[in-house]
């Protein structure tokens, strides 16, 4: 019996020291925003780790510090009224304020700040920059409830980690360039109930490692305002994004633009404060991007609704497998939303279905006959063929089994270019439509070198000049099938040297 008593007097005593919440107060923090208050947080934090784990806890105040390090089984709660506040040297710091490496069972919460300063430091685009809280190589962590603002670099990073929950989360961020909200670059990470506003991405896959693929990814029930990208996978793109899933975001335009021009940059925009592509998939450095699912956004102050491009930067990948549906998008530029390959390299498998697309309109026949570069190696963003694309809905060129189904485009203005552009498009599916006619004599429809293409459920809105135009001698297969043709002046027209069996008017099974 006294054996049994003394084993259960063990747990216990072993429970309330795991357990054991740890006061920063205790270990001589001064929180009075002027005193480095970091060696008495760190030492608080490597007790608790000793000890065998519990809580750290800050209370309300502002405490001055540099980097600290957190550590296994340990919980950093960050109190309400309480604020880690970034030193002004950066000389000061190791990575982040708050710097996570090869830690496990470890969180950050809190209804607390964390507050890096980075507008009260001048550094230039390559200089010792910090983020707020940096994860590498760690293992289930969870941070929550906490606020996170004026990063001097990107905010949020997870690299290279595994078995995140970031839930909750406020970041405020417009203290320099390349404050992206949260970068994620790791494995079975959920992402929920957010609310990003900052200078550049929102939310942002990157996969910069050629032998680590970034995988699993939950994001979902976030809302999300940029300068740049609001959701975006890429830029870097190495190693591969696999099994994705986004859903149930609200985008919206920034709060503001301290370091933006966009109404002096790119014509056609009149707000400095816009998001350049609400969605932005990228694969320009060799990357396999397969299996991505997008569901339900909504999205307001926006440039470009939807960007997909597969590239050649530094390396030849694939993307393929996508998903898009129930979105909803207003956008304020003459940047069509785009799925782009390049020659030989086909975007494919794609469905986007159940969208409505509020453009801008004011685009002119000159830019409707405008050739878009290629741009193999360019670097992937909206505005890389230029401030406008010769089609005002959609430009698709190296495309192969891509379905477009159930989508309506308005136009706020008369715009003198074709709704939808295929060039070099093989194995498309147009269903169930209702678009805005162009203005003038441009085709609804334009179809270049484009093969195996059925179009079926148009519904017009009002009369259009020409519905379809094939051009190219090596465009064929082209079906239109249970399409409402009644206010169509012209139904097809075919131009440089496409024939007219290519085109089937009135096609059964």
């Known amino acids: 019996m006294k054996r049994y008593f003394f084993i259960l007097l063990c747990l216990l005593i072993s429970f309330n020291v795991a357990g054991k919440d740890f006061n920063v107060l205790d270990f001589g923090a001064i929180p009075d925003g002027k005193t480095l208050t970091t060696e008495a947080i760190q030492q608080a934090i490597d007790q608790c780790n000793i000890t065998g784990g519990g809580s750290v806890i800050v209370p309300p105040g502002i405490y001055l ?38 830690v496990q069972d470890a969180s950050i919460t809190g209804y607390g700040i964390i507050d890096g300063q980075g507008f009260k430091q001048f550094y230039p685009k390559t200089g010792n920059r910090h983020n707020n809280i940096w994860l590498l190589k760690c293992k289930n962590i969870t941070v929550k409830d906490l606020t996170l603002v004026n990063s001097s ?9 595994e078995g995140i929950i970031v839930q909750g989360v406020r970041i405020y961020s417009f203290a320099n360039e390349n404050n992206d909200g949260i970068d994620i670059d790791g494995k079975n990470i959920i992402i929920t109930g957010c609310i990003i506003d900052c200078d550049d991405d929102g939310i942002c896959l990157k996969s910069d490692n050629p032998d680590y693929v970034v995988e699993n990814i939950s994001i979902s029930n976030c809302i999300i305002a940029s300068n740049c990208n609001a959701i975006k996978c890429g830029t870097g793109s190495r190693g591969g994004f696999k099994n994705i899933s986004i859903s149930n975001c609200v985008i919206r335009r920034p709060s503001e633009a301290p370091n933006r021009r966009w109404s002096q940059m790119i014509k056609g925009v009149s707000s400095d404060t816009t998001v350049i592509s609400g969605i932005s998939l990228e694969v320009v450095d060799g990357a396999i991007m397969d299996q991505v699912t997008i569901n339900n956004i909504t999205m307001t102050g926006i440039q470009t609704p ?26 304020e530029s003459l940047i069509t939303s785009s799925i782009t390959g390049i020659p030989g390299s086909y975007v494919e498998n794609i469905i986007v279905r159940d969208v409505i697309f509020n453009y801008k309109g004011g685009g002119t026949e000159k830019e409707a006959s405008d050739t878009v570069p290629e741009m193999e190696n360019a670097y992937p963003e909206n505005r890389m063929f230029g401030y406008a694309l010769p089609s005002y809905g959609l430009y698709a060129r190296h495309v192969k089994n891509f379905v477009f189904d159930n989508f309506r485009f308005n136009l706020n203005s008369p715009d003198a270019r074709p709704a939808i552009i295929l060039d070099d498009c093989h194995n498309i599916r147009l269903n169930n439509f209702s678009v805005a006619k162009p203005a003038g004599n441009q085709p609804l429809l334009r179809l270049i070198q484009s093969t195996n293409i059925l179009i079926s459920g148009y519904q017009p809105v009002e009369s259009v000049s020409i519905f379809l135009m094939a051009e190219g001698e090596n465009s064929s297969g082209i079906k239109l099938t249970g399409n409402d043709f009644s206010g169509v002046n012209r139904v097809i027209q075919l131009s440089k040297g496409c024939k007219s069996s290519s085109v089937k008017k009135n096609f059964n099974f």
């Open 65 to 102: 510090t540099n980097t600290i390090f957190l550590r296994n089984n340990v919980n950093l709660n960050i109190q309400k009224g309480a604020t880690i506040s970034g030193s002004t040297d950066p000389d000061n710091f190791k990575g982040a304020l708050i710097h996570a490496e090869n």
């Open 153 to 161: 670099n990107w905010v949020f990073r997870i690299k290279e980690s």
């Open 306 to 331: 939807l960007f997909i491009r597969l590239g050649n930067r530094k390396g030849l990948g694939s993307l393929r497998n996508i998903i898009i549906s129930n979105i909803t998008a207003t956008s």
